[in-house]
């Protein structure tokens, strides 16, 4: 994935930032639930679970907002530099990951740091070291492959 810097500011990276942490503040504080994106997505594939309404909201909020954006400003262009295979592999790896590791970047990154959570600091370094290490492996060692 390519970002045109020319157009990137740091302003607008500051208030999707912030955006984030409102809404998983806000939804902390109104569901006493931690605003983890696949633990949602994941209660909302099982049957019978709870507070199934206000899950639905927030992943609705997150596919309605670069909706909403589209109306003010033009979207960035992305550019993807991979195959798709190789994208849905990584999904599929992503997803498996968030299921061991008990949540995701948004569960531990953002929420769980947030609260200081010692289980979350390691499930987050360990996800940014796996991370880094497909991006070198990927990039250096099967570059030329």
Known sequence: MLVDMAVFTPWSA???GALIGLAAGLFAVANGRIAGI???LGS???SGGEG???KVCFLL????APLLWQVFLAMPQVH???APWSLMVA???VGLGTRYGGGCTSGHGVCGLS???PRSAVATLCFMAAGFATVFVVRHLLAGT
């Open 61 to 64: 909020g997150l596919t309605a």
């Open 52 to 54: 199934r309404d206000e």
């Open 44 to 46: 909302l594939l099982q």
């Open 115 to 117: 609260r200081l959570s």
């Open 38 to 40: 696949s633990g949602l």
């Open 91 to 93: 999904g599929l790896l």
């Open 14 to 16: 500051l208030a999707g």
């Open 80 to 82: 993807f530099s991979t």
